[in-house]
């Protein structure tokens, strides 16, 4: 697991050397949004070792996306529309509650939509025998509802499956909702970890952890590291498909 250690309290840096017409691996659709975008974050263009092409979706926000807001789907598929006519030969998102569009996006594009790190679930369970379960984390389960798993391509018997718990009643972590321009990132991560241990002692039979929400990708190591257990993120996901679109 890819651990990154510059510093947390970096902010979305452009990157100036991948110039437009070589083209984009990923567009991300932004949700807007006032917290810190560290390494790991899938808005914090210095994550990855490829280009991408960050595009602020116009009217989004915490309410209207975590509520899946069906009126802003026309705008979503056009900012989607505008990456793949920049080059961009993949489209993802800032948010894995974007994940109830995901269905919708991909078929108005030509280029393949992975909006959310739900849509890796399907495939993280065909690795692992019937009996076994996978962790869930996310900002709000109350708000993971099933449309939005059944869109990124989860079975009944997928979400049957899925031990998934927010994290939204946590102190530190809660703080990203507020708008207020910081969070405490090092209390975050130990609400994070903690988190994922309980759930693993209370559910044995747990062997692997998705992270839905992309502010926690950055933890992702340390929760690997706690918990002894695969971790997938939009990271991991966005990692692969650009090893297949390059």
């Known amino acids: 697991m890819k651990?990154?250690?510059a510093p947390l309290s970096s902010g979305v840096k452009l990157k100036k050397d991948f110039p437009a017409y070589d083209g984009y691996s990923f567009g991300v659709l932004i949700m807007r949004s006032w917290v810190p975008k560290p390494l790991g974050h899938v808005s914090q263009v210095n994550t990855y070792d490829y280009p991408v092409l960050p595009y602020l979706v116009e009217g989004s926000n915490f309410q209207r996306i975590l509520g899946g807001d069906m009126t802003l789907l026309p705008t979503i598929v056009d900012a989607a529309k505008e990456l793949e006519s920049l080059g961009c030969k993949c489209i993802t998102s800032s948010c894995g509650y974007f994940g109830r569009y995901q269905k919708a996006v991909a078929d108005e594009l030509d280029a393949p939509v992975y909006?959310?790190?739900i849509c890796q679930i399907p495939w993280v369970l065909s690795g692992l025998g019937e009996d076994k379960k996978i962790i869930v984390l996310c900002y709000d389960d109350s708000l993971l509802v099933?449309?939005?798993l059944e869109s990124c391509g989860l079975s009944e018997s997928d979400i049957d499956?899925?031990?998934i718990k927010g994290l939204c009643n946590e102190p530190a972590f809660s703080d990203i909702r507020k708008c207020q321009g910081h969070y405490n990132i090092e209390t975050a991560r130990e609400e994070i970890v903690s988190t994922a241990l309980r759930l693993q002692?209370?559910?044995?039979?747990v062997a692997a952890v998705v992270l839905e929400c992309t502010d926690m990708p950055p933890h992702a190591a340390a929760i690997q590291k706690a918990t002894n257990l695969p971790v997938f993120d939009i990271t991991t996901l966005l990692d692969f498909i650009n090893s297949v679109v390059e």
């Open 146 to 148: 099933r449309p939005i």
């Open 3 to 5: 651990e990154f250690k």
């Open 201 to 205: 002692k209370e559910n044995p039979n």
């Open 161 to 163: 499956r899925c031990i």
């Open 115 to 117: 909006i959310s790190s």
